[in-house]
């Protein structure tokens, strides 16, 4: 087996190479459309790679380089066709396999943040790490089996919302197989009761904590909504987490529902000293909801979602343009990649 699998890596960049040399000798040979665009995301695509992990994340606007190499990613995933070619999937794989590596490293101080897809991310402190709305979308996005390992190296998974691309039942099942604390709202499988069901009343919040590792992890839940027509909306858990370290965190979900602006104009009275504010770059009443928590930095997620319609498939160049001016630090991070965050 790890004969096949060697042999398979090597395919890859060889037949590359064989299609790169016949363009490179013959640039008007004559092939398909699609097997040209195809040669040119892999050469584009192993650039933004080489250029994200030269230029890694940092707080506020980012350097040209880096910048621009989000903005080619934003070109290339801006053609439907293309979502699931090698070369997207070849690309995805490689980062998160990247964060999986520094998974394995330990966090001795501050708070590291993994983005892997979508809304997705793994908080890693000292003591414990968890992830919230982790989806591979069914394998459809990414393997399963990366999808499993990044479970394995986790010890709780969050749910914001009943959408398939906050959650992924195998992943779901994945944690609940080895005895892990899956927390998520009423509307999600409410048959399955080793999944640990909460949803706070309108207007006010639901604590927990949690107990592994030796260490306890407090969270409060704050009650979000997205709509989903004009006459209908979901559950969306805002997830407050506060960490034994000292850091305090909270994931919106998809929030979209501006009756909630009632109450989140004072979230930062209901979850105070909120270091880090997840939220989606397509964020709408940002000037109720930022005020409104007062987190320290802001990262923002839900860019590129392959499998959407164009016109809602938002750019890392949306998320720029809709956070400009919010009066603190914005970190936009590509799939596959870590941020530190440190408290001054």
């Keep these: 087996m790890k004969r096949l699998a060697f042999i398979v890596l090597c395919l890859i960049p060889l037949s590359l190479m064989a299609q790169e040399n016949r363009f490179l000798e013959h640039p008007h040979y004559g092939g398909t459309e699609s097997e040209f665009l195809e040669t040119q995301q892999w050469q584009t695509l192993d650039l933004v790679d080489k250029t994200l992990d030269a230029n890694p994340v940092q707080d506020g606007d980012p350097c040209g380089a880096r910048k621009m190499a989000l903005f080619a990613l934003d070109g290339i995933v801006h053609n439907s066709i293309y979502d699931n070619t090698p ?87 994945r944690f609940l ?46 009650p979000g909504h997205q709509n989903i027509t004009e006459t209908t909306c979901i559950m969306c858990n805002h997830i407050g987490l506060m960490f034994p370290e000292g850091y305090t965190t909270v994931h919106l979900g998809d929030q979209a529902h501006p009756e909630d602006n009632s109450w989140m104009k004072n979230a930062r009275e209901m979850l105070p000293g909120v270091d880090i504010l997840f939220s989606t770059c397509w964020m709408g009443d940002l000037g109720v909801i930022i005020p409104g928590y007062d987190p320290r930095t802001v990262i923002v997620g839900h860019e590129n979602e392959l499998g959407h319609g164009i016109t809602v498939r938002i750019p890392y160049w949306y998320a720029y343009h809709n956070y400009a001016g919010i009066g603190r630090p914005l970190v936009v991070m590509g799939w596959g990649e870590l941020y530190d965050y440190k408290r001054e």
């Design 177 to 222: 197989s080895q005895g892990k604390p899956v927390v998520a709202p009423t509307e999600y499988r409410p048959e399955n009761k080793e999944i640990i069901h909460r949803r706070p009343q309108e207007g006010k919040t639901l604590d927990g904590k949690l107990k592994f590792n030796g260490k306890t992890l407090k969270y409060r839940l704050l």
């Design 87 to 173: 070369a997207i999937r070849h690309y995805m794989e490689g980062r998160l396999e990247k964060v999986l590596q520094k998974m394995d490293e330990p966090v001795t101080y501050g708070l590291r943040v993994f983005k892997i897809y979508n809304m997705g991310f793994v908080l890693k402190t000292a003591s414990m790490t968890v992830a919230i709305d982790l989806s591979s979308q069914e394998g459809a996005r990414f393997p399963l089996e990366i999808a499993d390992r990044i479970a394995d190296r986790c010890d709780a998974l969050f749910i914001t919302h009943n959408h398939n691309d906050h959650f992924d039942n195998h992943v779901v099942d």
